[in-house]
């Protein structure tokens, strides 16, 4: 009975004290932390891109949610089946020969996509710097990069 | 056979490799799994991050009682790719509104290659050397493809098809007519091939003053 009663004032010692920093400091806090030293082979995080050297950033989500809520001055290159692939390669090609670094970006979940597309890029052999957004569009979201996103 | 607990449901294999046809077009992958936990598990969200995949669950059924079993079978649409691609689907339990998956699940497919063009651009320095480049042309599929017709987007350059061997190997040489001022084009070589992302393969010719320097 005893035990009983320490294990309950335990409980409720905790409970208070779980519930008191929820109130104070607010839930926990899920925003995308980018690790460097998980990063895999051409993934690069937000906060390693320089401010100050231009990039090219491709979107390879859909073209509704390019056109809903991308990165300003972001072109679309995706492998979405309805969209003419050979297109939109020949279309980012001039864009590609003005910018020495492209990072692409897709949906938060680790889509996969952001890497096929860089394989792409890195078959035109124009000598690009190519990375993967680590994160994609989530982490752009909560840095306030992308349209409509309020940090 | 690979088990992998998603929380409290039990796929037997969340990680598949597909070896498909160069013609696919459509991969359906089935993952099935069963509840080995003491309370109903219900499958709330699914996030296949392409829209390139469709997701069902079960006809439909989406709350497993302790012991039950079901499959989420996996639609992608593999018109666009070739080569080795990668796919996951996030699959989330009981209304969680976690930023990560409960379980992710994996497809490799790996479609076959039929032709190559190696490079696939031809550079040229801007006022520099006006000399022809050469784009090898290999088909690597068990059937010949023919390329029927070549054309580009600029009259700054003129492309040649040399036939080495009908329907397996091939020489586009592209001769820059004038190397004064940059430009860009677009090549594009269409083919007999009965897949329709085969059917037409696509290079570039680009004049400019140098490679882009990326930054450190």
């Known amino acids: 009975m005893n035990a009983l009663a320490q294990y309950a004032g335990l409980f409720g010692i905790s409970a208070l004290a779980g519930t008191t920093t929820f109130f104070i400091t607010g839930p926990p806090s899920r925003v995308f932390v980018c690790n460097p030293s998980e990063l895999k082979a051409g993934e690069i995080c937000l906060n390693q891109l320089a401010a100050d050297v231009p990039l090219l950033w491709i979107d390879a989500r859909t073209r509704v949610l390019w056109q809903k809520n991308g990165m300003p001055g972001s072109i679309l290159w995706n492998l979405d089946p309805t969209e003419d692939a050979a297109s939109m390669e020949a279309e980012a090609v001039p864009h590609l020969l003005n910018y020495p670094r492209v990072v692409i970006y897709c949906d938060d979940l680790d889509c996969g996509l952001s890497e096929q597309v860089a394989q792409k890029i890195r078959a035109l052999g124009l000598g690009n710097q190519v990375f993967a957004l680590r994160g994609g569009w989530r982490a752009l979201n909560e840095a306030g990069r992308v349209r409509g996103s309020n940090p | ?216």
Not at chain 2, 9 to 35: G, R
Not at chain 2, 63 to 85: H, L, N, R
Not at chain 2, 91 to 104: R, T
Not at chain 2, 141 to 165: H, M, R, W, Y
């Open chain 2, 1 to 216: 056979m690979t088990l992998c607990h998603g929380q409290n449901l039990e796929f037997e294999n969340p990680s598949q490799v597909v070896h498909a046809a160069a013609d696919v077009t459509t991969i359906t992958a089935e993952f099935p799994f069963t509840n080995r936990s003491e309370k109903a598990v219900k499958i709330s969200k699914s996030d296949p991050g392409c829209s390139c995949i469709s997701v069902r669950i079960s006809d439909g059924k989406f709350t497993y009682k302790p012991g039950e079993s079901g499959v989420i079978k996996a639609e992608f649409d593999m018109s666009q790719f070739s080569g080795t691609v990668d796919k996951m689907i996030g699959i989330w339990f009981d209304d969680s509104n976690a930023e990560l998956p409960n379980q992710v699940l994996k497809l490799q497919v790996h479609i076959p290659v039929l032709m190559t063009l190696e490079p696939k651009t031809l550079q040229w320095e801007l006022a520099g050397d006006a000399a022809a480049k050469t784009i090898e042309i290999t088909v690597s599929g068990p059937d010949p493809i023919l390329i029927e017709q070549v054309n580009c987007s600029s009259a700054q350059f003129v492309p040649e098809l040399k036939t080495i061997e009908a329907g397996k190997r091939y020489q586009l040489v592209v001769t820059p007519t004038d190397v004064a001022k940059p430009g860009i084009g677009v090549i594009r070589l269409h083919t007999n091939s009965q897949i329709p992302k085969h059917r037409v393969q696509q290079a570039f010719a680009v004049i400019r003053k140098g490679n882009p320097a990326p930054a450190p």
